[in-house]
C-alpha cells in the first residue's frame, strides 16, 4: 500500500477568530469522550502569553463533562495551523500530560465551520459556530476528510441541541469519573 501523502494544513490561521465557541457537528469516537456524550463543543480563549485555553464539555445521563486543556503552535516560526494540546490526565489529579495533535485541515472564509485532524488520522472532528450544520457544507467537509486520506465510514455525528444547554447550573461530574469510565468504555 503506498504510504498517504502528508496532509494539507490551512496556512495564516488568525488565531484571534478562531477563539470562541465551537460545537462538535461529527467526529470520531474517541476513548477520551462518553460514548453516550451530547452537546459536545470547545471553547477557546486565547492566553496572556499567545497560547489557548481550551474547555471540552460534553453532557451524558443529564449530567455535564469538561475537562481543560492549553493549545499552543507545534512550531512557532511555521504559518501552519498545526497546535498541540496538552491536558492533564486524569482532570481532577493532574499529574500527567498529555499532548495530542490539532491540525486545522479546513476553516472557511468567515470563520464558521472547520475540519480538525492530525497525522495519524485517527481523530477527526468536523466543528461549527452553529448547533447544526447544513447538509452540502458536511457534505464537502466529509469529501475534505476523505481527499486528505481519512476513512469517514468511521464518523459519528454528535447530537446537538437547541439551544444548547448552559454550563452553569448544569450538574457537573467534576470527580473525573466520567475520564475513567471512558477508559472502559463504558
Do not use: C
Request: hydrophobic share 35%; no cysteine.
Amino acid at each position: 500500500m503506498a504510504p498517504k501523502k502528508e496532509m494539507e494544513v490551512v496556512k495564516g490561521l488568525d488565531v484571534e477568530r478562531y477563539m470562541g465557541r465551537w460545537y462538535e457537528i461529527a467526529s470520531f469516537p474517541s476513548f477520551f469522550q462518553p460514548k453516550n456524550g451530547v452537546d459536545t463543543r470547545a471553547t477557546y480563549t486565547l492566553n496572556s502569553d499567545g497560547t489557548i485555553h481550551v474547555l471540552n464539555e460534553t453532557w451524558s445521563d443529564g449530567k455535564r463533562d469538561s475537562i481543560e486543556g492549553t493549545a499552543y503552535k507545534a512550531d512557532a516560526k511555521s504559518d501552519e495551523a498545526k497546535l498541540k494540546v496538552k491536558f492533564y490526565v486524569p482532570p481532577f489529579l493532574p499529574i500527567i500530560p498529555v499532548t495530542g495533535d490539532y491540525w486545522v485541515l479546513y476553516i472557511d472564509d468567515d470563520y464558521q465551520y472547520a475540519l480538525i485532524g492530525q497525522p495519524s488520522r485517527k481523530y477527526l472532528w468536523i466543528l461549527s459556530r452553529k448547533t447544526h450544520l447544513e447538509d452540502e457544507i458536511y457534505n464537502q467537509l466529509v469529501q475534505k476528510a476523505v481527499e486528505e486520506g481519512y476513512d469517514v465510514s468511521k464518523l459519528h455525528k454528535t447530537p446537538q441541541h437547541d439551544p444548547p444547554p448552559e454550563s452553569d447550573g448544569a450538574s457537573t461530574d467534576n470527580k473525573g469519573i466520567w475520564w475513567i469510565k471512558s477508559l472502559f468504555g463504558k
